[in-house]
């Protein structure tokens, strides 16, 4: 199983970028996608989860309105367009999938990480 994160970069505080989750070796739409992120010296904390339909989502509080996930099925990609980025969403950003036909948002729940990809958000 794979699942390979990309599209991080460095972005001007009020900008936007798009990051991919593209995965392979599993049954994409039997499994949710999570994106979570992990600042330095901070503890990887949830971002957002899409179910494996896509019909269901669900967003941490400060990323809540900013940002949205997506996922096309015919693709095996999730996305994470991210806007109005601030100082503090400067993280390495992983995704990850969950057992099949699970929805959860704690990290202890998923089972498949990709390497992550780094978001600086410069002021």
């Known amino acids: 199983v794979q699942l390979q994160a990309s599209g991080g970069g460095v972005v001007q505080v009020g900008g936007s970028l798009r990051l991919s989750c593209t995965v392979s070796?599993?049954?994409?739409?039997?499994?949710?996608i999570g994106w979570f992120r992990q600042a330095p010296g901070k503890e990887r904390e949830f971002v957002a989860a899409i179910s494996w339909g896509g019909g269901g989502t669900y967003y941490a509080d400060s990323v809540k309105g900013r940002f949205a996930i997506s996922r096309d099925n015919a693709k095996n990609t999730a996305y994470l367009q991210m806007a109005n980025l601030k100082p503090e969403d400067t993280a390495v950003y992983y995704c990850?999938?969950?057992?099949?036909?699970?929805?959860?948002?704690?990290?202890?729940?998923?089972?498949?990480w990709g390497k992550g990809t780094l978001v600086t958000v410069s002021s």
């Open positions: 990850a999938a969950p057992p099949p036909n699970t929805f959860v948002v704690s990290k202890d729940g998923y089972t498949y």
């Open positions: 070796g599993l049954t994409f739409t039997n499994h949710a």
